[in-house]
């Protein structure tokens, strides 16, 4: 069941129009997106899309599977990048866990994507599968120019592991169940 989840916004700013819109899905996936507008030209700029609530346990992969990042690697080929965040709590965890977020940038197609919230034991060598870790909470899409991602603060994977892109896009895309591999957790200055 698709329903609209709040009221479409129209923001307009000195040189641009944005356009919001919010949809929800299955009660528990949301899904928005941003359509940024340059008036001038009468040109679209740039979209910004987010899908949320993925880690729900009635959510299967089958209502994501187009967005995985395996199938994405699949359907997009090779990035040109790839970047890893980590995220600490506020508080103290129980489970010793750490989280962290990965990106994919396609620069010639003008295309990033990123997945966030998934968790793993807090050590030096942070052990990663990132289709097997706890579940992907949401998956942000860029496209276009301009882009303003959130946050900034990541780290290329040749600086935080010993695997290569072309590793890594192998092992994601061959058994992505499997696709396990370390990060130092010490490269990112933490």
Not at 111 to 140: A, H, M, W
Request: proline share 4%; hydrophobic share 30%.
């Amino acid at each position: 069941m698709t329903y609209i989840r709040e009221k479409p916004k129209i923001i307009k700013e000195s040189k641009y129009t944005q356009y919001i819109a919010s949809i929800g899905y299955k009660e528990r996936i949301s899904v928005s997106a941003t359509f940024t507008f340059d008036e001038k030209s009468n040109s679209l700029l740039n979209i910004y899309a987010t899908i949320g609530g993925l880690y729900y346990p009635e959510i299967a992969y089958a209502d994501w599977e187009a967005f995985r990042p395996d199938n994405i690697l699949r359907i997009y080929g090779k990035p040109s990048g790839v970047e890893f965040f980590l995220s600490y709590p506020t508080e103290q965890t129980t489970d010793h866990t750490i989280g962290y977020e990965f990106r994919f940038r396609y620069e010639s197609r003008k295309f990033v994507i990123d997945y966030t919230g998934q968790r793993t034991l807090n050590q030096t060598k942070l052990f990663i599968c990132p289709l097997k870790d706890r579940y992907i909470e949401s998956v942000y899409i860029y496209l276009g120019d301009n882009l303003e991602l959130k946050p900034t603060n990541g780290k290329p994977l040749q600086e935080v592991s010993s695997i290569s892109i072309d590793d890594f896009y192998n092992a994601m895309t061959s058994n992505a169940n499997e696709a396990c591999f370390y990060l130092d957790r010490t490269a990112f200055g933490n």
